[in-house]
């Protein structure tokens, strides 16, 4: 728990979608260009700052250069555990924001100026890792956390539930989870995909169902960790830089009462891992003297985040 110096994060307005325009909605979000948004709505009126504003024309390309997310790829290749996350409530374009709406159609290829932070972020670091040094070993993994059950998206077969462990020297890892190494942007874009890529196949009704059709896909108990990078020089064995991208599930979740039998256990778990996340976030802010300890045990998510929201790391949130 080295010193944290908290800012504002970033925040981006995604533009009115088709089906929205088609029925009459209308924009509540105004950035007011000095780093604040005013948001108005029937009984809402209020303004917001943050450390920048991302309207709605603002292209992919200038959110991974404008949100500090390509300065966050040179301090994960320096070692140090980096995260980003996308927060926000279902259809405010967190996925969007993180992989371009190639998630969205398997079928087309995304445009290459729309590809996400993810895509972005993965050809900068081979690009660093080429010029920097030619021995940088880069490895990832992908995971989803469903009600709060780990379960590793790239291994081939039937899932199954990953046990969560704690050791001195690594902290929480996941056991047997599969890691890939990678040298090209080919390679990592497919593991992307392929990870991406909505369950076909049932695990319990839940998933079935979430995570089998289109509509459910989003931010249902999908509180992903898509890639976590290794990049590990030679010269420095003892040092691991990781960058993790986490989807989280839909915030708007974190109210959902009164829902019934599955979903109420999948509504109450996202609730927890979000209540969880939030807590020690808001803990982890706090000056250094007057912090506590950090409740990283209170869900999976935290635990698995737990190198990166504490200790060396540094936290993107958008
Ligand atoms: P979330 O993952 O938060 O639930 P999505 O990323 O799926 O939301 O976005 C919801 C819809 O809005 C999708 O159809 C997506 O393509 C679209 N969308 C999101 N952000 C943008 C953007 N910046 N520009 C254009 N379309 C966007
Ligand atoms: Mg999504």
């Known amino acids: 728990h ?6 504002p994060p970033p925040i981006r307005v995604r533009p009115l979608t088709c089906t929205e325009t088609r029925r009459g909605d209308r924009r509540v979000v105004h950035s007011l260009g000095d780093g604040t948004v005013h948001v ?15 309207d709605a024309g603002a292209s992919q390309e200038a959110v991974f250069e404008g949100s500090g997310m390509r300065q966050l790829v040179e301090l994960a290749i ?3 555990s980096c995260t980003v996350f996308a927060f926000g409530q279902t259809g405010s374009g967190k996925t969007y924001t993180l992989m371009g709406p190639l998630a969205q159609s398997e079928t087309r290829p995304a445009a290459p ?14 690009e660093q890792s080429r010029s920097r040094s030619s021995d940088l070993a880069l490895s990832a ?72 059709s289109r509509g459910r896909d989003e931010g249902v108990a999908r509180v992903s960790l898509p890639p976590t990078w290794v990049p590990q020089p030679s010269t420095c064995p003892g040092k691991q830089g990781t960058l993790c991208f986490v989807d989280l599930a839909g ?39 007057k912090r506590m300890h ?16 504490g200790g060396s790391g540094i936290t993107l949130m958008v």
Not at 170 to 198: H, K, T
């Open 141 to 212: 993994s992908y995971l989803e956390i469903y009600n709060e059950q780990i379960r590793d998206l790239l291994s081939p077969g039937p899932p199954c539930a990953l046990p969560l462990r704690w050791s001195k020297t690594c902290g929480f890892y996941v056991e047997n989870q599969l890691s890939v190494d990678f040298e090209s942007l080919e390679v990592i874009a497919d593991l992307l995909l392929q990870g991406a890529e909505p369950r076909a196949w049932g695990w319990g009704h839940g998933l079935g169902h979430c995570c089998g």
């Open 40 to 54: 108005s709505a029937a009984r809402h009126d209020a303004t917001f700052g943050f450390s920048a504003v991302f």
């Open 294 to 309: 950090i409740p990283y045990r209170d869900s999976k998510l935290t635990r698995l985040l737990a190198r990166s929201l």
């Open 78 to 80: 320096d070692g140090f």
């Open 251 to 289: 915030s708007e979740r974190v109210k959902e009462t009164g829902s019934s039998g599955e979903l109420s256990v999948e509504a109450n778990n996202i609730n927890r891992s979000l209540l969880a996340l939030g807590h020690c976030i808001s803990l982890l802010a706090k000056p250094r003297g």
């Open 113 to 126: 100026g729309l590809l996400g932070l993810m895509q972005r972020s993965f050809s900068c670091l081979l």
């Open 2 to 7: 080295t010193s944290v110096s908290p800012l």
